[in-house]
């Protein structure tokens, strides 16, 4: 067998790889199929999660706590302390909604909205500007959560007409006078900037330190654990209602980088190239066919967005309605506006920024999206392309020779029943002399005769 070395000419390129194991246990060259991944499950930890920070005014950051208090009150009276349970649960259930979903003007939400905490709190991050989500996470996880889950024992015993003194709650009350040590700091905030910063670093330091005495076994890491879920629950939804559910396959022009072999295959699988870089014929489960056209992935500094004006997601009455204190005659902000834009450039935006230190990837890809179909299960996320689409396919580094023959002989049969001749086979090894890595032509799989050229 003669070794061909082949180096690129220009034109279109564009491959995709994958492991052994996927190509073997999904059949994906059988059934020419490509899967599409959620955002969030690919390799850049960051990938899909831009920073969210959040800038309003008064009355923005008051609807805020009042999801939060939604949120912290249904999770506890119909979970308890089953915190793996706990979900996001703070937008109401009907579209049109009623004054009983957020009724800023009932005793409930206006009692814990006039609490000293949240207003001294509100006024800090109004003065400050931009708050970003591992700020808020740690300011409210130790000055606000037990205030709330505090406050709505109080406020469900007072509607039921009891009265409760459990130990719980009176070791809660001790730690309101904690709180009203920062209630005090913020009585008169600084008018410059770094004044600011400093303070809001000084309320936002990490908790680890509340950890260090906490017994696995005992109650309070019970109550560590709940507070933790019920955080992580509150930003994810916080998250879902800003950026659409985007799922990607991933495709890259430079089938001869290292790391992606090694990253993607372990060295040991292949890429298939495709004859057009531009888009894909794809073909759904239900058997609809349309064009899906391929973006170009860019790596840069990944840019923050502002909570209040990309929660294009939701249905305009829902958001209006969640935000009723907010003045959207006057909406100084855009608000309404730019609900719809801002969700889009943002949804976009997350799926196609990558760090950039995976630039070497050079990746495209191909982007479905929850909000025009349902991509919630797996079969619906897998879509089909014709044999015809295929240009060549190329062995990794340690692909070892059984399934190459594997491999070979599917590809063989593909080409019989598709009527194609002199199909390509190429291998990426290591050239010794130079240290790069190279793609070299090994042999090209003949219809007619269903035999190999070497």
């Known amino acids: 067998m003669v070794l ?83 979900i996001p649960a703070f937008v109401p259930v009907k579209t049109e909604l009623t004054s009983r979903n957020y009724d800023y003007e009932g005793e409930e939400l206006k009692g814990y909205l006039s609490l000293g905490t949240i207003g001294s709190l509100i ?22 959560l037990f205030l709330t889950i505090y406050y709505e024992k109080q406020f469900r015993a007072h509607v039921d007409g009891q009265i409760e003194s459990e130990n719980k709650e009176k070791q809660m009350v001790k730690k309101l006078d904690g709180v009203k040590k920062i209630i005090d700091v913020f009585k008169e905030l600084p008018v410059d900037k770094p004044g600011l910063t400093n303070i809001l670093a000084q309320v936002a330091r990490d908790p680890l330190h509340y950890q260090k005495d906490l017994d696995i076994e005992g109650h309070q890491f019970t109550n560590y654990q709940m507070a933790e879920k019920l955080m992580d629950s509150f930003f994810r939804g916080l998250r879902d209602i800003t950026l659409e559910n985007c799922y990607i396959a991933s495709f890259t022009d430079n089938c001869i980088d290292a790391r992606m072999w090694h990253d993607y295959t372990n060295y040991e699988g292949i890429a298939i190239e495709y004859k057009d870089d531009e888009s894909m014929m794809l073909r759904n489960a239900e058997g609809s066919t349309r064009k899906h056209k391929f973006r170009k992935v860019k790596y840069r500094k990944a840019r923050g967005f502002n909570f209040f004006n990309s929660i294009g997601k939701l249905p305009v009455p829902m958001i209006t309605g969640m935000f009723a204190k907010y003045d959207w005659k006057n909406d100084i902000y855009n608000i309404e506006a730019n609900l719809k834009s801002h969700y889009w450039q943002w949804t976009e935006q997350t799926v196609l920024t990558k760090d950039y230190s995976w630039s070497t990837q050079r990746e495209s ?7 025009i179909d349902g991509y919630s299960s797996v079969k619906s996320r897998t879509f089909f392309y014709d044999f015809s689409e295929l240009k060549s396919v190329t062995f990794g580094p340690k692909t070892d020779d059984k399934n190459k023959v594997k491999i070979i002989k599917i590809l063989s049969q593909k080409c019989e029943k598709n009527n194609v001749t002199n199909f390509p086979i190429y291998v990426v090894s290591r050239n010794d002399e130079t240290g790069k890595m190279e793609r070299e032509l090994i042999l090209k799989i003949n219809r007619k005769s269903n035999k190999l050229n070497q």
């Not at 060259?29 to 800038?55: C, R, T, V, W």
């Not at 109004?126 to 996880?141: M, P, W």
């Not at 890809?365 to 909000?371: A, G, H």
């Open 365 to 371: 890809r191909l982007i479905i999206s929850d909000f």
């Open 123 to 144: 006024k800090l991050f109004v003065a400050s500007g931009k708050v970003y989500e591992n700020q808020l996470r740690k300011i409210i996880i130790q000055y606000v």
């Open 4 to 86: 061909q070395k082949f180096r690129f000419t220009g034109g279109v390129i564009i491959f995709r790889l994958r492991s052994i194991n996927t190509i073997f246990q999904y059949k994906e060259l059988e059934k020419q199929s490509i899967y599409f991944a959620p955002a969030n499950a690919e390799d850049d930890m960051y990938e899909g999660k831009y920073p969210m920070y959040f800038e309003g005014d008064d009355s923005l950051w008051q609807c805020l706590f009042a999801m939060l208090y939604k949120h912290v009150s249904l999770n506890l009276a119909i979970c308890g302390e089953e915190y793996d349970k706990y």
